[in-house]
């Protein structure tokens, strides 16, 4: 069974720039989650799908970060502007049933 | 506000002995309860979780021991490996179902 893919594996930007990640979900997985993790910190939850409709984005900056899910397969989070705070690791996660969660190898963020 | 604390960042343990890893929590409405394992540059990968109404759930070498009266648990790993050098993640889902993570204690086992 292929795991969770994401892309691309690292970026660098300068602040202000915009950037985009994307992640593509274990097959059959209606759930899809965003979670960053900044340095010596665990993940924080930043969205979380069900197939393509948005079940929680409280905790999403919605003045810089989007993320969609078309067609309830891929989904892409985007940042626009990027701060520096914004530097981290974002990890996409999928899961048929809770509690097994299945994490991608996230994309390093790092904003200069 | 941190409502899950793991509290000691490492923890250093001989092959073969028992790896103890404990973790607090402030909410007393989580109601599942989770460790995450961590290699470097990879995802976490799920590893065993206990709900609120027992106390004890057991996998092969990992165990998971739930004290809701002090809102504290523990994985113990018997008998340690140097496979299992890496940083794990307590968590703890909520009434939203939203998990809460800590900030991880990296674990070393050495031969």
């Known amino acids: 069974e292929a795991g969770v893919a994401q892309s691309p594996r690292y970026k660098i930007i300068e602040k202000r720039q915009s950037v985009a990640f994307w992640c593509n979900p274990i097959?059959?997985?209606?759930?899809l989650y965003w979670y960053q993790q900044i340095l010596g910190q665990g993940p924080k939850l930043l969205i979380q799908?069900?197939?393509?409709?948005?079940?929680?984005d409280s905790q999403l900056p919605k003045d810089r970060f989007s993320a969609e899910r078309l067609k309830g397969v891929d989904s892409t989070l985007k940042i626009q502007p990027a701060k520096l705070e914004d530097s981290a690791v974002y990890l996409c996660?999928?899961?048929?049933?809770?509690?097994?969660?299945?994490f991608g190898p996230g994309t390093r963020l790092t904003v200069l | 506000d941190q409502q899950v604390k793991q509290n000691s960042p490492s923890l250093s343990v001989q092959e073969g002995r028992i790896s103890i890893l404990n973790c607090d929590y402030t909410?007393?409405?989580?109601?599942?309860f989770l460790w995450y394992k961590k290699y470097p540059a990879e995802g976490p990968t799920f590893l065993i979780s206990?709900?609120?109404?027992?106390d004890k759930n057991e996998d092969g070498r990992f165990t998971v021991f739930l004290n809701k009266s002090a809102k504290h648990l523990s994985l113990h790993i018997v008998p340690s490996q140097p496979g299992d050098s890496a940083v794990y993640f307590c968590?703890?889902?909520?009434?939203?179902?939203?998990?809460?993570f800590g900030k991880g204690t990296s674990l070393l086992v050495t031969p």
């Open positions: 996660a999928s899961s048929l049933d809770f509690p097994r969660k299945y």
């Open positions: 206990i709900s609120s109404i027992k």
């Open positions: 799908f069900q197939n393509n409709g948005v079940v929680d």
């Open positions: 909410n007393s409405m989580f109601d599942y």
């Open positions: 097959s059959g997985h209606a759930t």
């Open positions: 968590a703890a889902r909520d009434s939203g179902y939203a998990l809460n």
